[in-house]
């Protein structure tokens, strides 16, 4: 199908940006990569009165990497990110994580800030957003505002954001070097969405063992979630083979994930115990 | 709206709706129908072509974003006769019914030009964006595999 008709823009700057979401009032949208709101303009899901364009805006396709961690600016394509050999140590889970969204074509125009903003359940870009306690910057008419990934999912495509503001940065906290971590995904096709991952992260304290375990998952829920009490059976232990059958075990008991074509509830919950499983042995090796 | 944009190395002009899609405008308004659609929402990777030399669905993108762009269809691959990428799909039986070619030409043309030492991992990784209903993908991964060499010397000679 086509979408129905509307208006485009495409601003030279920010703050026209927002002047014209705000006059927009509720029905004008921002197209940035357009990989996910093409098609649901196609399907009539979405039918937006006005697009702005976030093509012009200068700056938002900056990658920045300072002491206190990665700036991603909202322009951020995946692309973008896989050409940045930077990365690869600066943020190795961002880098690897960034590898299983879609395909090369969709990946020179899908961007970080599209992705945050849409907020698929099984993307991984939100999942590592809320993985890493990362901080949105966004800009609305009231003015700036900083968000912590984990206030900012809501719901399945639902966020905090107000209709007349703009995400423009994604942080993700520095990153020690000696981190251990791991991302696993499955999907029928690479480059599919997943159905189901797993993100983790922990550091090791002097007698070597794991402490500020940080385990998120996607396409398990309506929005990423962490998986606390994963989380806690891991801080504290050493990371052999009993205590990653207890974080398996864990994670598999406190979610409750969905059953729908792509795979049964029963199945979602196993692999994540098998990816779980999979990504602490890589990351202890 | 107005746009103007580079397409196939002469300049074009044409008038659209907004909500007209790349894709679309190169097919009714310009005539290039070898940029094929099949899915329309970004799965089947038949409406590939090249802005600004890289792969994009044309299905995904409005033709007003296209406006000062250059672009490039599966037309603007080749003159007189085929392509080196082209005779390999030909030599190789990478095709049937021939749907899905103008995607996965143009995709390849894409990668080989900036990775004309793809490997062939690389090449089904990427290659796996596109769907084909007839070839069971094999001798088109071969087909790719065996342009390599015409991309290669392109490179070194740039
Ligand atoms: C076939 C296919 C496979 C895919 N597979 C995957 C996958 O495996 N994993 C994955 O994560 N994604 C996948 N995607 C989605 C892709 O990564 C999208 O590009 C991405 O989710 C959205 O980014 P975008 O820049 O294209 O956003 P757009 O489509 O332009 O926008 C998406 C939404 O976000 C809003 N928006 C965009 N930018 C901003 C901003 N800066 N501030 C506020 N609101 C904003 C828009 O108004 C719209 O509602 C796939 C897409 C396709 C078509
Ligand atoms: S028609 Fe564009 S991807 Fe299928
Ligand atoms: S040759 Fe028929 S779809 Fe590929």
């Known amino acids: ?285 | 709206m107005q746009i103007e944009f580079e397409l196939n190395g002469a300049t074009v002009g044409t008038s659209v709706e907004a909500r007209t899609s790349l894709a679309d405008c190169l097919r009714d308004n310009l005539g290039k129908t070898g940029t094929h659609l099949g899915c329309e929402h970004g799965v089947c990777g038949a409406c590939t072509v090249l802005v600004n030399g890289e792969a994009v669905r044309a299905c995904l993108m409005l033709a007003v974003q296209a406006n000062g762009d250059k672009v490039v269809t599966v037309e603007g691959l080749s003159s007189d006769n085929l392509s080196p990428l082209q005779a390999s799909f030909r030599k190789h039986h990478a095709l049937q019914c021939g749907f899905c070619t103008p995607g996965f030409i143009t995709t390849a043309h894409a990668l080989l030009t900036a990775e004309p030492d793809a490997d062939e991992e690389r090449i089904r990784d990427v290659l796996s964006g596109n769907l084909c209903r007839c070839t069971g993908y094999v001798p088109i991964i071969e087909a790719v595999l065996d342009a390599r060499k015409f991309y290669a010397v392109q490179k070194e000679k740039a």
């Not at chain 1, 074509?105 to 990362?134: F, Y």
């Not at chain 1, 399945?156 to 995400?167: F, K, R, S, V």
């Not at chain 1, 990153?175 to 189901?196: C, H, L, V």
């Not at chain 1, 994963?230 to 994930?257: K, S």
Request: aromatic share 6%; net charge negative; proline share 5%.
């Open chain 1, 1 to 285: 199908m086509k979408p129905s008709a509307f208006e485009y823009a495409s601003p030279a700057t920010l703050e026209e940006a927002v002047s014209l979401l705000h006059a927009g009032n509720g029905n004008a949208k921002i197209i940035s990569g357009g990989q996910s709101l093409m098609p649901m303009m196609a399907f009539r899901l979405a039918v937006p009165e006005f697009l702005v364009d976030l093509k012009h805006i200068p700056d938002l396709n900056i990658i920045r990497i300072a002491d206190d961690g990665v700036h991603l600016g909202a322009r951020v394509r995946w692309c973008d990110i896989a050409g940045d050999a930077r990365l690869l140590t600066a943020h190795p889970l961002l880098a690897e994580a960034i590898t299983h969204v879609a395909h090369y074509q969709i990946r020179n125009r899908g961007t970080v800030g599209g992705s945050l903003a849409h907020a698929d359940p099984s993307a991984e870009m939100p999942g590592v957003a809320l993985t890493c306690d990362a901080l949105l910057t966004i800009i609305g008419s009231s003015g700036t505002r900083i968000e912590k990934a984990s206030a900012f999912f809501t719901g399945p495509l639902q966020t905090t954001l107000e209709a007349d503001e703009i995400l423009t940065e994604l942080h993700l906290p520095a990153w020690p070097t000696a981190r251990r971590w791991a991302f696993k995904e499955f999907a029928r096709r690479k480059g599919d969405f997943a159905m189901a991952g797993v993100a983790l992260f922990y550091d090791l304290d002097g007698n070597g063992r794991a402490e500020n375990a940080h385990i998120g998952a996607i396409g398990v829920s309506d929005c990423p979630i962490r998986l606390g009490a994963a989380e806690a059976a891991l801080n504290g232990n050493v990371v052999d083979d009993n205590t990653i059958a207890a974080v398996a075990a864990a994670a598999r008991a406190e979610i409750d994930p969905p059953s729908d074509i792509h795979a049964p509830a029963a199945y979602r919950r196993a692999l994540v115990g098998t990816l779980l499983a999979r990504g602490l042995t890589q990351s202890a090796g």
